[in-house]
Each structure stands twice: as structure tokens, then as C-alpha cells.
T-cell receptor, first 120, second 112 residues
Framework: GAVVSQHPSRVICKSGTSVKIECRSLDFQATTMFWYRQFPKQSLMLMATSNEGSKATYEQGVEKDKFLINHASLTLSTLTVTSAHPEDSSFYIC????????????????FGPGTRLTVL | GENVEQHPSTLSVQEGDSAVIKCTYSDSASNYFPWYKQELGKRPQLIIDIRSNVGEKKDQRIAVTLNKTAKHFSLHITETQPEDSAVYFCAATWGGAQKLVFGQGTRLTINP
């Protein structure tokens, strides 16, 4: 149980285009999902907290107009990188917390397999 | 906000020896401390976690200790094996949304 999927796993796009990444919780519901970015040989940096039915909360320094987040259901959050540029090339990873487990006091986040974005 | 410092950045040990990775955190309200193993190009994999009301937790060859007073926690891997080679991250929760703040990572290499 507690499986999170991401799609696509890999995407290559031209500079100036927009890319949408989907994060799905397959066997649990999640009111909260998180989006991270990881550059080569670096740590995971939290970009934003995605809240079902409300606006996402962005970390300091992350442009909300560039990284659009939509969390329209309890099993799906999407991250759209708008007008992508080469510096946006990175490994994007989402995670989700299981509503039921949170209710029982468990803090664990379940991670998706990541999406590697390359902007040419 | 929360800040997590992790040391060392690289660690090389002989197979069969023990490895220890240490982290410190800044927010005394943090209450959950997971450790992740990440292989190249893969998702972080939870290997062990500890809550703030516990001082130590062990799972076979892996153990984690937490010192809340000093605000530091450590990962201990005993009887290391080549498959333990990976990058390890510590993390601590922060804020009402229980966001995870990650340490910088430790590249562990087990030499046969």
C-alpha cells in the first residue's frame, strides 16, 4: 500500500514551453501533497505544499506564477512549469501523506518516483 | 524556519564496519525525524524514522538515536554491505503542515 506515481517520468522540452507533471496517490487519499526539486548531487528542496481544494503554499524564493500547482482531488496534484528555461532542468519529486495514517498520528510521507525535466 | 545540518558529506567504510551519520536541527518543535536512502535517479526510500518522544529505535542493522536537548539525531548502520552504498538524507518536520526539511545528504561508499 501507500503508492505514489508520477507522470511523466522523463520529459525533454524546448525553452519557453510549459510542462505539466502529475502526482497521484494510487491507494490512499491525500489532502496534502508536497513538491520538491532536486538538482544533481544536491538535496531535496521543498518548493510548495499542495492542499486539496485550496491554494498551494509556496516556499520562499519559489515563483508561484512560474510553478503552478493544482490539487483538484484527494488523489491528484499537478505541477506545471510555465515558460520553462534551461535553469529549470531538474529532478522533480512529489510526496503525499495518507489521510488515514495522519489521523492515527503517523507523519510518514510517501514519495513518487520523480520526473526528470530537461529544458533545451 | 527549520534548518537541518548533516555530516559528513561523504563517508567511506570497509565492508562489515559500522557507519554513522549525524544531523542537527534548529526548531525545537520538530517532532518527526526520518532517514532516507536514495539511489541515483530514484525516489528517496524511507529506511527508519523516529518520533520526538523516543530516544532510540532499531531495525535489524539500522538504528537511529535522538537527543532532543541537543537537537541532534544520528543514523547507525552496522555490519555494512556493498548494497548499503547510496546517498542518505536525514530530515525533520517543520510547521503545522509537517513539512520535511532535508539535510544536505551523505554519500556512503562501502568498500569490499
Amino acid at each position: 500500500g501507500a503508492v505514489v506515481s508520477q507522470h511523466p517520468s522523463r520529459v525533454i522540452c524546448k525553452s519557453g514551453t510549459s510542462v505539466k507533471i502529475e502526482c497521484r496517490s494510487l491507494d490512499f487519499q491525500a489532502t496534502t501533497m508536497f513538491w520538491y526539486r532536486q538538482f544533481p548531487k544536491q538535496s531535496l528542496m521543498l518548493m510548495a505544499t499542495s492542499n486539496e481544494g485550496s491554494k498551494a503554499t509556496y516556499e520562499q524564493g519559489v515563483e508561484k506564477d512560474k510553478f503552478l500547482i493544482n490539487h483538484a482531488s484527494l488523489t491528484l496534484s499537478t505541477l506545471t512549469v510555465t515558460s520553462a528555461h534551461p535553469e529549470d532542468s531538474s529532478f522533480y519529486i512529489c510526496s503525499a501523506r495518507d489521510i488515514d495514517r495522519v489521523g492515527r498520528g503517523y507523519n510518514e510521507q510517501f514519495f513518487g518516483p520523480g520526473t526528470r525535466l530537461t529544458v533545451l | 524556519g527549520e534548518n537541518v545540518e548533516q555530516h559528513p558529506s561523504t563517508l567511506s567504510v570497509q565492508e562489515g564496519d559500522s557507519a554513522v551519520i549525524k544531523c542537527t536541527y534548529s526548531d525545537s518543535a520538530s517532532n518527526y525525524f526520518p532517514w532516507y536512502k536514495q539511489e541515483l535517479g530514484k525516489r528517496p526510500q524511507l529506511i527508519i524514522d523516529i518520533r520526538s518522544n523516543v530516544g532510540e529505535k532499531k531495525d535489524q542493522r539500522i538504528a537511529v538515536t535522538l537527543n532532543k536537548t541537543a537537537k541532534h539525531f544520528s543514523l547507525h548502520i552496522t555490519e555494512t554491505q556493498p548494497e548499503d552504498s547510496a546517498v542518505y538524507f536525514c530530515a525533520a518536520t517543520w510547521g503545522g503542515a509537517q513539512k520535511l526539511v532535508f539535510g544536505q545528504g551523505t554519500r556512503l561508499t562501502i568498500n569490499p
